[in-house]
Each structure stands twice: as C-alpha cells, then as structure tokens.
C-alpha cells in the first residue's frame, strides 16, 4: 500500500464519522423531548432519544435505519470482495503445497472476520 492509498483511506474513515456524528447530532437537536428524560442506559443513543421524543420522529428513523446499513455493509462488502480476491489469487497458485500454505496463513484471520460480523449481525 503506497501514502496515497493510506492517507485516502484514513481520510475517508475520518469523513464518515464526521458526517455521521454530525447528523445524529443535528437530529437530536431538532427533537422536542417529553415525558420522565430519564435514559436507563450509560450511553445516550440516538433510539432511545427517539423514545423519549414527543415530535415526529420518521425522519430521524429513516436516517437511522440509513446510515446503519451504510456503515453496517460497507465494511462487510469491502471485507468479502478482498477475500474473494485473495481465494481467487490462491487458487491460481500452480502448487497443492503453496495454496495450503496460503490457505493455513490466511485461516486465522478469516476465522476471526467470520465471528466478529457473525457476532455484529446477532447484535
């Protein structure tokens, strides 16, 4: 991987959360709050924010639902077409020794990427 490469990548990362944050942010914002505005959990999400919420909430939904499939799939998607490639790219090696090889090496991190987004997906 070349600085380009690396910079563009840390940038993108960096936007994404940027503009995320600051969605959620702007949404919270605008809601009109009622009732206890008491949240029994540590961290104040924006669900339970839309709970507590007296106004329209559809939008802020919508843009939940949005942004959660977004950030939820890109990763996953970027993550199985690299492995895709990287299969592909193993089984054209010529020797039964070399794909085992670059099958055994590749096995561990393949076997932690299938529990952390089995574990995603149950969450």
Do not use: W
């Not at 919270?28 to 709050?33: G, N, Y």
């Amino acid at each position: 991987m070349n600085v380009k490469v690396c910079v563009c990548l840390a940038t993108g990362s960096s936007l994404c959360g940027l503009v995320n944050s600051v969605t959620y942010t702007v949404l919270a914002a605008t809601l009109t709050l009622c009732g206890p505005n008491q949240i029994s959990h540590f961290l104040c999400d924006i669900p339970l924010l839309l709970k507590l919420s007296c106004s329209d909430t559809s939008l802020g939904e919508s843009v939940l639902h949005v942004a959660s499939a977004t950030i939820g799939l890109s990763p996953y998607l970027f993550t199985a077409v690299s492995y895709i490639l990287i299969i592909s790219a193993i089984l054209r090696i010529p020797s039964a020794q070399g794909r085992s090889k670059a099958f055994s090496t590749c096995a561990s991190h393949l076997t932690m990427v299938v529990i952390f987004y089995g574990m995603a997906n149950f969450n």
